[in-house]
């Protein structure tokens, strides 16, 4: 098949066939792909990128997942949690910094129960009308996600991680499931909440058909935000031995999602960013249009350790914006300071 013209092909339906996925999700000849997926994020989001400060709040988490470093049984993680005046400090200075999304992310970390979280959410409203609270702290209740909803929070962020259930199971422990994982983003969406998902790519066991399947569910669930982003090892995990995700299979996926979801707010990940030093620049280059840079307080960023070698100081960093400024205006794209809510109607 002429790979130009399938990458035409799903330019005009925004849809293709499994076999055709495959040969995108690995090609090593991306050029005309990254045009494309260029082209129709111009459409709908002109040259901006959009930026969120990210406070990772508690390193603790219930969950046993294979490939995290924060997972439960990781004795050697050094554990943390942000009190509310500490949380109220990141956004001020990010509100300084001019981000106007402060997304919370944590592991599943029962000490924040819904009236400790809904008061954080409701606390940031208040002294921040005008800004966007995006939360991620994984799978809750309905009644959890409806009592955030209600203190404000805006757009919730749970990735699905692998819409394969065999696959499933080969990376989270028996107690999870795939299928509660799901109906958490149906409810979220329900609800009433912007949301996200997203998968890892290259985590271990994945195969090329996994990938269409992860392409496949988000069809179903058409979700606002979708962040992927290569799996890297972290030592302290079962997975320590296992290659690190390709960065080309990434870059690949991401222009592919940009032109199945044109509407999609796709960051280019501190993942992304750590596997290579342009990491996230080439992101940009294939579709993605959000950054996340990091808002934790200093003291705290290296312990949240998802996987090993993790940046944290740098143009990923919220002080780093000027450096990071100057490296999108290189692309020629800008840093743009508005909530960036998603938009769903092509802008040409
Ligand atoms: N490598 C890459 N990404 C990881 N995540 C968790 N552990 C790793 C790892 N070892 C991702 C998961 C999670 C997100 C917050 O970080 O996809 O949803």
Redesign the pocket.
């Known amino acids: 098949m002429n790979m130009n013209f399938a990458i035409d092909t799903l330019y005009d339906t925004r849809d293709a066939d499994g076999d055709t996925l495959k040969l995108l999700i690995d090609t090593d000849d991306s050029g005309y792909l990254f045009a494309a997926a260029a082209k129709r994020r111009r459409e709908y989001y002109g040259t901006d990128i959009y930026i969120r400060g990210l406070i990772e709040f508690t390193n603790y988490c219930k969950n046993n997942?294979l490939?995290?470093?924060i997972r439960a049984e990781n004795v050697s993680a050094v554990r943390y949690r942000l009190t509310k005046d500490d949380i109220l400090a990141c956004c001020s200075e990010g509100y300084r910094l001019g981000f106007r999304t402060f997304v919370l992310?944590g592991g599943e970390d029962m000490y924040y129960t819904d009236g400790v979280l809904c008061d954080m959410v409701s606390s940031i409203k208040s002294a921040y009308p005008d800004c966007a609270v995006t939360l991620?702290v994984g799978e809750r209740s309905y009644e959890s996600y409806k009592a955030l909803f209600e203190a404000g929070a805006d757009r919730y962020?749970?990735?699905h991680?692998t819409a394969s259930p065999e696959h499933y199971a080969k990376l989270h422990p028996k107690s999870m499931s795939l299928e509660n994982r799901k109906q958490c983003l149906f409810e979220l969406k329900e609800i009433g909440y912007q949301v996200g998902s997203?998968?890892?790519v290259g985590?271990p066991y994945q195969t090329l058909d996994c990938l269409v399947e992860d392409l496949r569910f988000l069809r179903k669930l058409e979700p606002d935000m979708i962040?992927i982003?290569?799996?890297?090892?972290?030592a302290g995990?079962p997975?320590n031995a296992f290659e690190?995700?390709s960065l080309r299979r990434c870059l690949n996926l991401i222009a592919i999602l940009r032109l199945m979801f044109p509407y999609a707010l796709i960051p280019s990940t501190t993942?992304l960013g750590t596997i290579h030093p342009d990491g996230r620049e080439m992101g940009f280059m294939a579709g993605a249009n959000v950054v996340m840079p990091n808002l934790s307080p200093n003291g705290v960023r290296e312990l949240y350790t998802?996987?090993d070698n993790k940046l944290h100081t740098g143009s990923e960093a919220a002080e780093g914006l000027s450096e990071l400024r100057e490296r999108v205006a290189a692309l020629g794209y800008n840093i743009s300071y508005n909530r960036g809510d998603v938009n769903r109607d092509c802008r040409v």
Not at 229 to 234: A, M, S
């Open positions: 997942c490939y995290c470093g992310q991620s962020l749970l990735r991680e997203g998968f890892m985590s962040g982003g290569p799996f890297l090892p972290h995990t997975f690190k995700g993942a998802l996987y």
